[in-house]
């Protein structure tokens, strides 16, 4: 969240309408005049956007007949507001007797805990932006079960390579899914919902990867943002 002043107001720029809504709630301004601006996280489309899907998943010598679910973040297994204890009991829900495998492509951070996923695993361990760009290419969903966030770069950057998310519904996720266009927003913290829409989609897998790629790109390059930051402070005579 940025802060400018115009004469007597503080004027807030926030990436999320959750978070708004607790600067609206807040009293830490007092009687101060507050007006808060919406302008969300972006991606560097040079960077994030669509490859081809079997290329991706080979990179990560992952047969491309195998259903990716990628999941990661900053401390994924150490901290537990990312919630993997709350993915390790969802993927483990799924039985291995669907038609097609599962095989979960991990990045963030090491750790030995994969072990207790009863499916195929990738762990990525800490990669560079490029290699995170093919991570979300080589994925069929990406997945957060965070308890706690306020709009993950993760998921924009997962959309903006085409790939689908399924994610809890908190902070400023709903900003960005539309469910059944680009993902699944779930009531937090229904992982039982959430295992179901994955297997849902191991039957049917019904989502337009080239459209959310391109819609993504439309709404959050980090030119189209720029130009969005650029019209608030001219309205508001901060140039």
């Avoid at 499916?119 to 308890?147: K, P």
């Avoid at 924009?156 to 927003?185: H, Q, R, S, T």
Wanted: aromatic content about 10%; some cysteine.
């Amino acid at each position: 969240m940025q802060i400018f002043n115009k004469e007597n107001a503080i004027n807030l720029l926030a990436p999320s309408k959750w978070m708004i809504n607790q600067v609206n709630d807040s009293h830490i301004f007092g009687q101060q005049e507050v007006n808060c601006f919406q302008i969300g996280t972006s991606a560097d489309t040079k960077i994030f956007f669509k490859k081809d899907l079997k290329k991706s998943k080979n990179k990560f010598e992952i047969d491309y007949q195998d259903f990716v679910i990628g999941v990661g973040a900053k401390g994924i297994f150490s901290d537990k507001r990312k919630g993997f204890d709350l993915f390790l009991e969802m993927i483990n829900s799924i039985k291995g007797d669907q038609e097609k495998k599962i095989h979960v492509l991990i990045f963030g951070e090491e750790t030995k805990k994969s072990t207790f996923i009863e499916h195929r695993v990738t762990i990525l361990g800490e990669i560079n932006q490029n290699d995170l760009s093919h991570v979300y290419n080589a994925c069929d969903l990406f997945v957060s079960t965070t308890r706690f966030e306020n709009l993950a770069n993760t998921l924009i950057e997962a959309n903006m390579c085409g790939c689908p998310v399924l994610a809890f519904g908190v902070g400023g996720y709903n900003d960005v899914i539309e469910n059944g266009k680009n993902g699944y927003n779930i009531e937090p913290f229904d992982i039982d919902y959430m295992a179901k829409l994955i297997k849902e989609s191991l039957l049917l897998y019904e989502f337009n990867r080239e459209a959310i790629a391109k819609d993504t790109k439309s709404h959050y390059s980090v030119e189209y943002r720029s130009k969005i930051l650029e019209g608030i402070l001219k309205v508001n005579d901060c140039e």
